[in-house]
């Protein structure tokens, strides 16, 4: 499946523990990435500054569902069932 261009649920809905450019500390789950454009597109999607957690990322039905708002309660529910996974 490819990216349903308008959407940004993975640069939202989901925590990232490492740091990334702009974000030293990661991203907090619920925050809207600093590289997520007005339009919901990655202003870092090709680049290798990327991180690999958001590279690795591929989008699915599974968790993306069949629009925005099915992905981002899709990943919102997977972030709080991996939130305190060891």
Do not use: W
């Not at 523990?17 to 007005?38: D, I, Q, Y």
């Not at 990322?57 to 060891?86: W, Y």
Request: net charge positive; hydrophobic share 35%.
């Amino acid at each position: 499946m490819e990216c349903r261009i308008g959407c940004g649920a993975c640069c939202i809905a989901p925590s990232i523990s490492s740091p990334l450019p702009g974000m030293p500390f990661g991203k907090l789950a619920g925050v809207r990435c600093v590289h997520l454009t007005e339009t919901l597109q990655c202003r870092l999607y090709g680049q290798p500054e990327r991180p690999q957690v958001c590279s690795s990322f591929k989008a699915s039905i599974d968790s993306c569902g069949h629009s925005q708002q099915e992905a981002l309660a899709m990943l919102f529910k997977l972030e709080r069932l991996t939130v305190n996974s060891p």
